[in-house]
């Protein structure tokens, strides 16, 4: 057989495959924050708070509001998820 015909009956990626691998990785995070619901805040790298200019004082960060964690995006889906559940019944 030519390389040509070879490549001319090769028909495409599996997408069925990317799409099974893309579904458990998908449920593979979901399961991630159901366990672990909090993540380090970025902007404090989880401290909660900052040194102020002088270095005397210390101030809380805006984002995470001093706690140091921030609730991850998986399980406010997660949180959504079991909201639409509850009022379903």
Do not use: E
Not at 46 to 75: D, I, V
């Amino acid at each position: 057989m030519s390389p040509l015909l070879a490549t001319a009956n090769h028909t495409g990626p599996d997408l069925g495959a990317w799409l099974l691998l893309a579904i458990i990785a998908a449920a593979g995070y979901l399961l991630h924050s159901v366990i672990w619901p909090y993540r380090a805040c970025h902007k404090c790298q989880g401290a909660g708070r900052f040194r102020s200019p002088s270095g005397r004082a210390w101030r809380y960060c805006n984002r995470c509001g001093g706690k140091g964690a921030q609730l991850r995006t998986g399980r406010r889906i997660w949180t959504h998820l079991k909201s639409i559940d509850r009022d379903r019944r």
